[in-house]
C-alpha cells in the first residue's frame, strides 16, 4: 500500500513538473503561482518519503532533486522578470 502511495505521488510530482516545462507563462503571476506549487510538490515529496521511510529505490530523493532544481530556476525567473520590468 505505502508502495503504491508513493509512486502516485510521485508520478503526480514528476508530471507536475513537466507542465511546467511546458506551460506557457503570460506574466510575472505566473511564474510567482507556478513556484509556489512547486514549493508545496517538494513538501507533498518530502512526506511520502518520510511515510515511506525514505525507500523509493532512490526515486524519491532523485524528484525530491529535481524539484528543488526547478525552484531554484523558478527564483531565477522571477528575479530576471522583475529587472526587466
Keep these: 500500500m505505502k508502495k503504491s502511495i ?3 505521488i ?3 510530482c514528476l508530471s507536475f513538473a ?3 516545462a511546458i506551460a506557457e507563462v503570460k506574466d510575472l ?3 510567482e503561482a507556478v513556484h509556489t506549487h512547486v514549493q508545496e510538490a517538494i513538501q507533498e515529496m518530502e512526506h511520502a ?4 521511510h525514505y525507500d523509493m529505490a532512490g526515486h524519491g530523493a532523485k524528484a525530491e ?4 532544481a ?3 530556476e523558478l527564483n ?3 528575479a530576471a522578470a522583475k529587472k526587466g520590468k
Aim: aromatic content about 0%; proline content about 0%; charged content about 30%.
Design 6 to 8: 508513493a509512486v502516485t
Design 49 to 52: 518519503r518520510a511515510a515511506n
Design 70 to 72: 526547478a525552484e531554484r
Design 29 to 31: 503571476r505566473d511564474l
Design 18 to 20: 513537466a507542465g511546467i
Design 10 to 12: 510521485l508520478s503526480v
Design 65 to 68: 532533486e529535481h524539484l528543488r
Design 76 to 78: 531565477e525567473a522571477i
